[in-house]
């Protein structure tokens, strides 16, 4: 089992009923397996964003049952805002945050370490190691939550979350729904009761300090007489760092493996180093652990043995705390990089190829269209967070004027402008802005690997729903100017552009076309090319992965990759490019 | 360092090394080892370069696996596969289809696709080639490719050919399962 079914596993088993999430890698899956359980056991939902799926989950622990949230660590800068005062409120039933950090930044923008949220927010944290304990902690997280009356965060990484290992899986335990009580002094956050309540926030962080002491199956010690070059070593790990040390060090080093991140024990921290001659901390991105432990005392090898930069792997622990060399192995030449790309048939490829073609500068945001910064395409400006594409375009537009607003669109895709493109696209219409906003509308959430949204017309669960009105909504927010247009009917597309582009007022196109991927998309046949080639190139602008010039210069298809969305004929000037059904 | 045995699949998003990967870890829990499957899914899934690690034994830590650990390599393409050799040991096997798919930087002419890999692999490792495309072209469908790497895999591991077959008829959808079968006999017969 992946880490993260495991962790849904464990959330079922502990008799959560309400979980809701917005997708991000390498979260995800957590709520997508979720969502196979019974729906008359668990409800689960797709949010618009991280904040309100986090409020839902609130809303749900106060009125009693238990409750589950998860996102990517970007996401709970999002949800910062409603978990910061969910630390005050406390919870009713069991409230858990699971979130998950990126090192190394597989599918990330930025490489945030969110055990910092743990110590702002004053909430617990605990991280598991494996697929076993996402399992067993998330359970206890569950049981913590409720025993210390606050909502618990979970720390997952992209190893843990996506690797899989045995686990042992049990019932599912039946949690009732607590009783509802009105009780304002515990849930209405006013100064006057949130007074009150931060003094119970400061006694549960000692109350959870002293648990940290004595928590000793997750916190928990293991002791080696050997030494290394005559010395006792000890090292302190927290989830994934713990297997990588144990590979390189097996039992030739004292372990203490942190299963709760924060609060950290201070006691058992002192008595554990001063059993060793040299105690190093192993903990991928930030120094917190170090830092604590300078903090009370200890002295540690840290940071300047390790980076804090992506990811750790054995070898690299060995050659730190051993000095051992890496293992044997083979040297190569320097070969091309295979960055990702736009799949064949995909439909921002024909925006792009629209945009770049007009010059224009480009608001990026976020998604499988973020692809479009790079070469051949190459049209993206700027790429910041979700939702930015829109404001930060009103704030360009602002301090350089209406002509360059007119020569810059946002593009922006379904699930981001659901997720804070709206709020963004209000600023435009309340500031007077005369923004083009170009709205990419794949029917899905693709980058994390095709979600539904409020616009797709579908539940997690697949089920029918009202699905937003895209065009209604611009017109709605004060649009006046929304179209509706094919991408892939390159003139006409581009004709749309430029008009919006040109008007003295804030604009919307909706670039709609479905993404090649999904399984309603059927393109049938392939493309091939004709002797009526000059090898121009055009075609090659595209950027399509089967579309490549030979040494020789002639430009070929291949036929395992093109799936015949026959975007490429329509580019062609020699119209040498022709689609033959198979 | 440790015991236990490490595989590496790599290949490009989109080739079907994750079912390839699925295949693998489902036949090694049947088989009793302690086992432990890592992926970056994410990005990888468009057209990047893939790396999945499979690593079984009595117990199994760290999920990755480092230069020079790598006992086989499984690659569905050249350059990946010659991408990952400084993974394999120094007496690891290399099984990789000949198949090359070119990158962006070469489709747009940044930079080239490297000459003879195989030839520059087999100088540092044992190496096995097959066209796995074609050979899933005769057993019935091209996507079958991942398959047909696998039985070439599965014939030089010790895990009886049956645990592969019962674990194929879980893991492929029913439908497919005929061309799989036979997909994976080809691989398994294959010498080169
Ligand atoms: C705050 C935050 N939450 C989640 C993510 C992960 N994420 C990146 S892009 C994306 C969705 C993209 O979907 P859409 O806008 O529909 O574009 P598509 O990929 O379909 O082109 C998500 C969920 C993120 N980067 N930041």
Redesign the interface.
């Known amino acids: 089992m992946i880490g993260n079914a495991a962790v849904a596993r464990g959330a079922y088993e502990a008799g959560v009923r309400v979980t809701a999430s917005y997708p991000g890698t390498p979260s995800t899956e957590i709520t997508e397996v979720m969502a196979t359980y019974p729906a008359d056991e668990v409800y689960v939902e797709w949010a618009p964003n991280e904040k309100v799926a986090c409020e839902v989950a609130i809303g749900a622990s106060i009125a009693g049952a238990r409750a589950l949230t998860c996102c990517k660590h970007v996401g709970l800068n999002v949800m910062a805002d409603p978990l910061f005062t969910a630390s005050y409120t406390g919870v009713g039933g069991g409230m858990v945050v699971a979130v998950a950090d990126d090192p190394g930044m597989h599918s990330s923008q930025n490489e945030q370490d969110s055990r910092h949220y743990a110590e702002a927010a004053k909430l617990p944290m605990l991280e598991p190691s494996d697929s076993e304990e996402c399992l067993s902690f998330t359970r206890l997280a569950f049981t913590l939550s409720e025993e210390y009356d606050t909502p618990v965060l979970l720390r997952l990484s992209t190893r843990v979350s996506h690797s899989q290992s045995l686990v042992e899986t049990a019932e599912r335990e039946n949690v009732p729904l607590k009783e509802y009580n009105k009780n304002i002094s515990k849930y209405v956050m006013m100064p006057a009761q949130a007074k009150g309540r931060h003094v119970v926030v400061e006694e549960r962080m000692r109350a959870l300090t002293a648990l940290a002491e004595v928590m000793l199956e997750i916190n928990c010690v293991t002791r080696s007489s050997q030494t290394v070059n005559g010395k006792k070593i000890g090292v302190i790990t927290n989830g994934i760092t713990d297997m990588y040390a144990h590979e390189a060090l097996g039992d030739r080093v004292s372990y203490f493996k942190l299963g709760m991140v924060y609060p950290l024990p201070v006691e058992r921290l002192k008595f554990f180093a001063s059993a060793c001659d040299e105690v190093y901390v192993i903990e991928e991105l930030d120094p917190v652990i170090e830092n604590h432990c300078r903090a009370i005392g200890i002295p540690v090898h840290g940071k300047e043995c390790f980076t804090m930069l992506g990811e750790y792997t054995p070898a690299m622990i060995a050659a730190a705390i051993l000095g051992e060399a890496p293992a044997e192995h083979a040297v190569i030449d320097p070969i091309p990089m295979r960055p990702p790309v736009m799949c064949t048939g995909c439909p921002h490829r024909a925006t792009y190829y629209v945009l770049k073609k007009l010059g224009l500068t480009v608001s990026g945001d976020i998604g499988c269209y973020t692809l479009g910064a790079l070469a051949p395409l190459a049209s993206v400006d700027t790429t910041v967070c979700m939702g930015a594409s829109v404001s930060a375009a009103l704030g360009m537009a602002k301090a350089r004027g209406n002509d360059f607003a007119k020569k810059l669109v946002s593009v922006i895709g379904d699930s981001t402008f659901m997720h804070s493109g709206i709020t963004g696209l209000v600023d435009i219409v309340y500031n007077k802005g005369i923004n083009t906003v170009i709205i990419l509308d794949n029917s899905i959430t693709g980058m994390t690997g095709h979600q539904d949204n409020p616009t797709t017309g579908k539940t997690i669960r697949g089920e029918a729903t009202k699905e937003v009105d895209l065009e209604a909504l611009c017109h709605a927010v004060g649009i006046d100017w929304v179209k509706v247009a094919d991408p892939f009917d390159l003139k006409n597309f581009e004709a749309v552009v430029r008009e919006a582009c040109a008007l003295e007022a804030p604009a919307v196109v909706i670039a709609q076309r479905p993404c090649a991927l999904l399984k309603t998309v059927k393109y049938t046949g392939h493309c091939i090319i004709s002797d009526k080639c000059k090898t121009c190139g055009m075609c090659m602008k595209l950027g399509c992965p089967a579309i490549s010039k030979k040494e020789d210069g002639t430009v070929v298809i291949d036929q395992n990759q093109c799936n015949g969305c026959g975007l490429c004929v329509g580019v062609c000037p020699f119209h040498a490019i022709e689609k033959v059904e198979d | ?2 015991s236990s045995v490490n595989i590496m699949i790599v290949g ?3 080739q079907g090394t994750l079912l390839a990967s699925r295949i693998l ?1 489902n036949v090694l ?1 049947k088989e009793g080892h ?16 893939v790396v999945t690690y499979v690593k079984y034994g009595e117990k ?5 696996i ?4 790598a006992d086989i390599i499984l690659a569905f393409e050249q ?2 596969a ?2 990952a ?6 007496d690891g096997t290399m099984i990789t289809a000949t ?1 090359c ?14 000459e003879q890999l195989c030839e ?1 692999i087999a100088a ?2 044992n190496l096995i080639t097959c066209d796995a ?1 074609a050979m899933a072209k005769e057993a019935g469908t ?1 996507k079958a490719a991942n398959v047909v790497l696998i039985g070439i895999l599965a014939k030089r591991t010790d895990i009886p050919h049956d645990t592969w077959v019962e674990v194929l008829k879980t893991t492929v959808p029913p439908k497919f399962l005929d061309v799989n079968l036979r997909a994976f006999e080809m691989g398994y017969t294959y010498s080169m």
């Open positions: 360092m440790n490009v998003g989109g870890g829990v302690d086992v432990k499957v890592s992926e970056v899914h994410g990005m990888s899934q468009r057209g990047g370069s199994v830590y760290s999920p990755i480092g230069e020079g650990e350059l990946e010659y991408r050799l400084p993974y394999l040991k120094k198949q798919i070119d990158p962006m930087p070469v489709i747009i002419g940044a930079a080239s696709y490297p520059k540092k490792a495309l091209d």
